[in-house]
């Protein structure tokens, strides 16, 4: 008669598990965040990121094209410019490669998938920091903020429907809000980075977008045993207006990811970043781990915390595996 309780019952078989599954995993939940780079003619590979590269326009048009028909509910799209300076002016350039390709993507697909930019100087700046410098070599925040607001109605006026600020300055949302409404677009939202960490994680990135950063970005982003900081963060960009906010990076701040899917009003995203995709790939070329079967439970996982949304290089290949 023993034992009394037998939760395996509803492990039994594949159908069994399928009805009690309790976090669903889709395409539309998935977002995919692209490179492309000026002058490229040819992909360029990311050595730390195997299967992602810095696309060219053409090359970015097709991968957005195959990711949308693959199903992803968005696409994130960084630029990679040819040359840098201290204010990052090819981020308000109508002509800079990231509001170019925007005005590409945007042609090619209009409203049949969620556009967005990510919304920083960092890859634009020949010192690599998220925003302008002052004179003693500190980000500049409120210096920083009139930059935002150029470069947030140069990327609404190219196309973007969802603007990603990620350079974690005080009052960014509420002054690209402002920005965008004074120039008619208040259509265009705004998934703030909210919770945002200094994560050794983003190592991977600075190769894919060739950042130029020396040093580290600490007095900007969050220090990663904040977790309270991280709700003022989120209920200070609702408040600005926010219309999605986001916890960056995902895996080592799930407990972050659950605590803002229970207190924020307004959907929530994750940020499966390029640290998460590289040690799994490593893993899986060493045959250490199953691939796909790893790449799902990673996915689900994000999901299981709470989140609405996750931006993920795997997005479009996860899409194909979902369908
Ligand atoms: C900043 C930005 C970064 C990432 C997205 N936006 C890098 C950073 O803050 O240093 C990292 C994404 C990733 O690691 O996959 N523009």
């Known amino acids: ?51 992602v590269v810095q696309h060219t326009r053409d090359t970015l048009r097709k991968a957005a094209v195959e990711a949308v028909e693959a199903g992803v509910g968005g696409l994130m799209l960084f630029g990679v410019p040819e040359t840098r300076d201290a204010e990052g002016s090819a981020a308000t350039d109508p002509d800079g490669i990231l509001n170019v390709a925007l005005r590409d993507l945007r042609a090619e697909l ?66 690209i809000r402002r920005a965008l409404d004074d120039a008619g677009y208040t259509d265009t939202g705004i998934l703030a980075y909210s919770a945002k960490y200094a ?53 080592a701040y799930l407990d972050v990811v659950r605590a803002a899917a229970e207190a924020s009003p307004v959907p929530v995203a994750a940020y499966n970043i390029s640290g998460e995709y590289a040690m799994v790939e490593g893993a899986a070329a060493n045959g250490w781990i199953e691939r796909e079967r790893t790449i799902l439970e990673v996915l689900t996982s994000i999901r299981r915390a709470g989140a609405d949304l996750i931006l993920t290089y795997w997005a479009a290949e996860a899409a194909a595996w979902l369908d």
């Open 1 to 51: 008669m023993f034992p009394e309780h037998r939760p395996r019952r509803l492990r039994t078989t594949p159908a069994m598990r399928r009805l009690v599954s309790e976090t669903t995993l889709r395409p539309r939940q998935l977002i995919l965040p692209l490179f492309v780079a000026e002058g490229a003619s040819q992909p360029r590979p990311i050595s730390s990121m195997p299967g």
């Open 110 to 175: 209009g409203d049949s998938t969620v556009l967005m930019a990510d919304t920083c100087l960092d890859e634009f700046t020949d010192h690599g920091h998220c925003g302008v410098l002052d004179a003693s070599g500190v980000v500049d925040n409120d210096a920083t903020l009139e930059r935002y607001a150029d470069m947030a109605v140069a990327q609404a006026e190219a196309g973007a429907h969802l603007l990603g600020p990620s350079g974690m300055m005080d009052g960014q949302v509420g002054v």
């Open 199 to 251: 994560s050794a994680f983003y190592g991977p990135f600075r190769e894919a977008v060739d950042s130029q950063l020396q040093g580290d970005r600490n007095t900007y982003q969050q220090d990663p045993g904040n977790a309270r900081e991280a709700l003022r963060e989120i209920e200070l960009d609702v408040a600005e207006g926010a219309d999605a906010v986001m916890v960056k990076p995902a895996l």
